[in-house]
């Protein structure tokens, strides 16, 4: 049994309790063990990935009890990629925030950081449906203290609707929670599994309304429509680099909808067959349409890149929906893409906003500000990944979903929304760009002052006459080479997506391989300590 | 006792969900306290409800209660206090930095009347 499994969750937890309890007062010393940690976090999700590439499977058990029994970290491809791309993500983010200044708006930053990739990491490694409630949590808390790091009233006000909305969200899954193992007996995925499916066909009442409470809680998580009301106002009035790492927070809820569906309620299995597919679809390519419309209305260019966000997560939950190896292969690849361009936009965002001063984020004409051209160039790029414009992956995500759609009885339906979608987001990029980048005035035009200073404009704005500095813009750059990076190597990652996704088809090893953990012997003599 | 406990979630819940409803922070703080209460409940209930079972191997025992929704909603319970903890001091922030304490966006000012009665 490989200790490294569990690496990723202790690593950071570790790391973030040191930087509460010592160095709390030293901000360069912060720096250096946050970003020291991060690296060793991808080194670390890189080994898992490689380990996890050729189809093994790892299984954790935690304290060496057996599955059933105990909790189990479990290694297969689709958990080692996600937390790849954590791992991928945290990188950059944390850049910008050194970088940027923000970190130092506040004295916990880094804690927080890590302890949300902590909450993260332990979401998509676990194998245990209770302690993905319990890392849901932690992650979620984290999320709280990040949120309105720096504060200001607006800042607030988004958080306390945030942890409101969330709070219920959590309470919810302790109901489904409650609802399953009451019916099924146990919470350990891989044991449900079996469970589940050997309920007889007539007492399974109980067991619909778990698993579609489950998928309402993590549609809540996912932001999937009429469940999304807690994302714009939360991702755009939180500091830049947390809303980019926010951009996996989202993609959780969509691990968690493709793990439970494919294997403890499997798209065959006839207690709750055609009960979430049914409206899954509908909902994901409401949430589409409605995401992209966000983009075309939005006022402000943070609110603009968020409701891009809802938007192509609804697009992810329309390949998943699909629930066939072809569409969970595409929101994989889908993942990853989204995943990275919001990040780069909302890092970006924010550079622009700290550069055209008292205009923050609106998206009006303003004076030209300096690194004006680079951040347009950088906008355009990240613009066309976004929306899904040839060149960059977003174009081959939406290809490999369009083609997952074909075989589907509603491939018109996924076909007309996807592709109008994708052309009402192309028109609210160009429009936002347009009037933020292309019809600045010279600088040489008295600007009236505006007295309605923004919260979110960050410290740096004092700086506005100057270039950029150099940390945030590395960060998109890095961000957008990651994504054109993506681009180039689609054929061996769409290989491996297809690997992952006939894993999760055929989840027998992985119920195997779970259950049949040697853990530590259990006397049968009870008044003994059981042990080796 | 199966009608007790039911009829006491069901209760809470629908009083939780009430008071989230409402226009200002304070109860909807108290809404989510409550439901939270039920969700506790309710797990607990989730392994069966039996009195006088003792939930660990003993001598001479044939019926248990099940151990672990006992755990399972010790830790919830942590997890809830922690949260509304963690709520309740955002929310006085926020109430603190705006000088209001309603939930929603900027909607439009209530007038002094209604808020009177919100109140």
């Known amino acids: 049994m490989s200790h490294w499994i569990v690496a990723p969750v202790v690593l950071p937890a570790m790391l973030a309790a040191f930087m509460v309890l010592a160095t709390r007062r030293h901000p360069g010393v912060q720096r250096v063990l946050s970003m020291g940690g991060a690296v060793s976090l991808l080194a670390i999700a890189l080994g898992l990935a490689w380990q996890a590439g050729d189809g093994t499977i790892n299984v954790y058990l935690l304290g060496d009890w057996a599955a059933p029994f105990g909790i189990v970290l479990v290694a297969d491809r ?22 940027s200044g923000w970190d130092t708006r506040g004295r916990h930053f880094h804690a927080l950081f890590h302890f949300q990739l902590m909450g993260i990491m332990g979401a998509f490694l676990t194998g245990d449906l209770f302690n993905l409630f319990v890392f849901f949590e932690v992650l979620l808390i984290a999320s709280y203290g990040l949120v309105i790091h720096s504060g200001g009233a607006v800042r607030l006000k988004a958080g306390v609707q945030y942890v409101i909305y969330n709070l219920l969200g959590s309470t919810l899954f302790l109901f489904a929670l409650g609802t399953l193992y009451a019916e099924a007996g146990s919470l350990n995925m891989a044991d449900l599994a079996g469970r589940v499916a050997a309920i007889p066909a007539e007492g399974t009442a109980a067991i619909r309304v778990a698993a579609v409470l489950l998928l309402l809680v993590f549609a809540v998580k996912a932001a999937l429509v009429p469940l999304h009301f ?18 996996i927070m989202t993609k959780v809820g969509a691990y968690a909808i493709i793990r439970v569906y494919t294997l403890i309620f499997p798209p065959d299995l006839s207690a709750t067959q055609g009960l979430h597919g049914a409206w899954l679809l509908p909902l994901a390519l409401v949430s589409l349409a409605l995401g992209m419309i966000g983009v075309l209305a939005a006022r402000r260019l943070d609110r603009l890149v968020a409701f891009s ?7 992810v939950l329309t390949a998943i929906a699909l629930f066939t190896p072809a569409g969970i292969a595409a929101a994989l690849y889908y993942i990853a893409h989204s995943t990275l361009a919001a990040a780069a936009l909302f890092l970006l965002v924010d550079i622009v906003a700290a550069q055209r001063g008292g205009h923050g984020t609106r998206i009006e004409s303003a004076p030209s500000f300096a690194g004006g051209p680079l951040a347009a160039g950088l906008f355009f790029a990240a613009a066309i990944a976004m929306t899904g414009l040839p060149p960059l992956s977003g174009f081959l995500g939406k290809l490999l979903i369009l083609d997952a759609a074909f075989a589907s009885p509603r491939a018109a339906w996924v076909w007309a929304v996807v592709l109008a979608a994708s052309l009402v987001a192309v028109l609210g990029f160009a429009r936002a760009g347009s009037a933020v980048f292309w019809k600045s005035r010279g600088p040489d035009v008295p600007d009236t002052p505006d007295t309605q200073l923004d919260d979110s404009v960050p410290p740096s704005q004092v700086r506005a006459a100057q270039a950029p500095p150099a940390g945030p813009v590395v960060a998109v750059g890095a961000l957008l080479a990651l994504l054109a990076l993506q681009t180039v190597l689609a054929g061996p990652m769409t290989a491996h997506m297809r690997a992952t996704a006939q894993q999760l088809f055929a989840p027998e090893p992985y119920i195997s391989t779970v259950l049949s953990a040697q853990g530590k012997e259990m006397s049968s003599d009870h008044g003994s300590e059981g042990g080796h | 006792m199966e009608l007790l406990i039911a009829s006491a979630i ?11 409803l409402r226009l200002r922070t304070f109860p909807v703080i108290v809404g989510t306290a409550l439901l939270t209460y039920a969700v506790n409940v309710f797990l607990f209930a989730s392994g069966g409800l039996r009195t006088g079972a003792p939930p660990i191997l003993r001598d001479g025992v044939e019926a248990y209660a099940d151990p672990l929704p006992q755990a399972l909603v010790l830790t919830a319970i942590v997890i ?40």
């Open chain 1, 78 to 99: 689709l958990s080692t990629y996600m937390v790849l791309l954590t791992a991928i993500l945290a990188l950059p983010v944390l850049l910008h925030a050194i970088g």
């Open chain 1, 230 to 247: 807690w994302l714009p106002a939360a991702y755009a009035e939180a500091p830049g680099p947390v809303a980019a790492l926010f951009a």
């Open chain 1, 309 to 315: 966000v809802i938007g192509s997560m609804g697009m």
């Open chain 2, 10 to 20: 069901g209760i809470m819940t629908a009083a939780g969900f009430y008071l989230v």
């Open chain 2, 80 to 119: 809830s206090f922690g949260m509304t903890a963690v709520v309740v001091v955002i929310s006085l922030g926020a109430y603190l930095g705006a000088g209001e304490d309603r939930v929603n966006d900027d909607g439009p000012r209530i007038d002094p009347v209604r808020a009177g009665r919100a109140r």
